[in-house]
């Protein structure tokens, strides 16, 4: 009986290469069973199986020999097998999703707006800034300027982030971190997404602010207060510095409040 082919990781644990199970499941499940025996002789820890789409039948198998799902992706299954008779110690899968705002206001003193096509009866005809999640890999600041530019067409440029909101037990039961950052919007015309927008616009701010939604909601109008405080530089936001770091060797964005020009008044209040 043969091992399955896999390698080690740093915390004791072994994943199971992919690429090179078994093709027959009566094979798979003779092998993975004894491997299962042998790396718990050789005091291995976390077991990682990633199981590609076209291998699923070999879900019910692992399952059988105790495996348990850790996540999923349009490609693949990942289950784990915790082997020492003591508390888990795997890493639980991504616990939050991540939101974006774009605060955009044009030199007129008007707000780019948006009316989302699908939303809550309750949010029905509410004028709100462009919002959506980033990608995998996107850094905070590019994904506002992607979703502005997807959802309204504008071009901007960022310049900070004002505040960020973390609630929970949303989607999913998965918490959330949503990033509200001002813009500074580089063109005028709009092109409206129809899969998502019913209709985009540049609204008056006092318009905007006078929404009975936006009044009456502390929240969206806590946001509101922030951006135009900033507007007025009686508040500053976190600007990006891409910085390495020796821990993981990488090149990656830092956010935070530098007071580096004379003008600036930042009270913070």
């Not at 199970?21 to 092998?31: E, G, I, M, Q």
């Not at 009686?234 to 990006?240: E, F, M």
């Not at 993981?248 to 935070?256: A, E, F, K, N």
Request: charged share 25%; aromatic share 12%.
């Amino acid at each position: 009986m043969k091992v399955l082919d896999a390698f080690d990781d740093e915390y004791g644990g072994v994943v199971v290469d992919s690429k090179n199970l078994p093709k027959n499941s009566d094979d798979f499940a003779s092998a993975l069973h004894f491997s299962l025996s042998h790396w718990k002789i050789t005091g291995k820890k976390g077991i990682w199986l990633k199981l590609p789409l076209e291998r699923s039948e070999l879900v019910p198998i692992a399952v059988k020999e105790g495996f348990q799902y850790h996540h999923a992706e349009p490609a693949y299954v990942m289950l784990t097998y915790w082997l020492p008779e003591e508390p888990c110690m795997l890493p639980a899968n991504a616990t939050h999703q991540v939101g974006v705002g774009g605060f955009v206001i044009n030199d007129k003193n008007e707000i780019l707006v948006v009316q989302e096509k699908f939303c809550a009866p309750s949010f029905f005809g509410l004028w709100k800034i462009p919002t959506g999640f980033i990608h995998e890999s996107e850094e905070i600041y590019t994904g506002a300027v992607r979703e502005v530019k997807e959802e309204t067409g504008i071009d901007t440029e960022f310049i900070e982030v004002v505040a960020f909101r973390h609630a929970h037990n949303l989607a999913f039961d998965k918490s959330d971190l949503f990033f509200v950052c001002m813009l500074k919007p580089l063109s005028t015309q709009i092109i409206v997404d129809d899969l998502e927008i019913q209709a985009a616009k540049w609204m008056p701010l006092l318009e905007f602010v006078k929404q009975p939604l936006i009044e009456g909601d502390s929240m969206f109008k806590k946001i509101i207060d922030i951006c135009i405080a900033r507007l007025g530089k009686r508040y500053c936001g976190l600007s990006k510095h891409q910085l390495v770091s020796k821990f993981d060797g990488r090149l990656s964005c830092l956010y935070y409040n530098v007071i580096d020009a004379a003008d600036v008044n930042c009270r913070g209040n």
